[in-house]
């Protein structure tokens, strides 16, 4: 794994670039992931309230 930070990001290669061209244009399948209940998605909307409640304790 490369270790680089946000301003030591090598530019593409050629190759990369038309591997993502080729990707853009593909459909993503989500069939095998089972659709979320109300349930699921009002506790995940619930979880992310508390989140952003969250103070920085080491500031």
Known sequence: MNNFTGK???PLTEEQI???K???DREIDY???????KEE????KENRR??????????
């Not at 998605?41 to 995940?44: D, S």
């Not at 508390?50 to 500031?59: D, H, W």
């Open 8 to 10: 030591e990001i090598p």
């Open 18 to 20: 038309e591997e993502l």
């Open 22 to 24: 080729a990707l853009e």
């Open 31 to 37: 069939s095998d992931i089972p659709p979320t209940t």
């Open 41 to 44: 998605f009002e506790r995940m």
């Open 50 to 59: 508390r989140r952003k409640n969250l103070k920085n304790v080491a500031s």
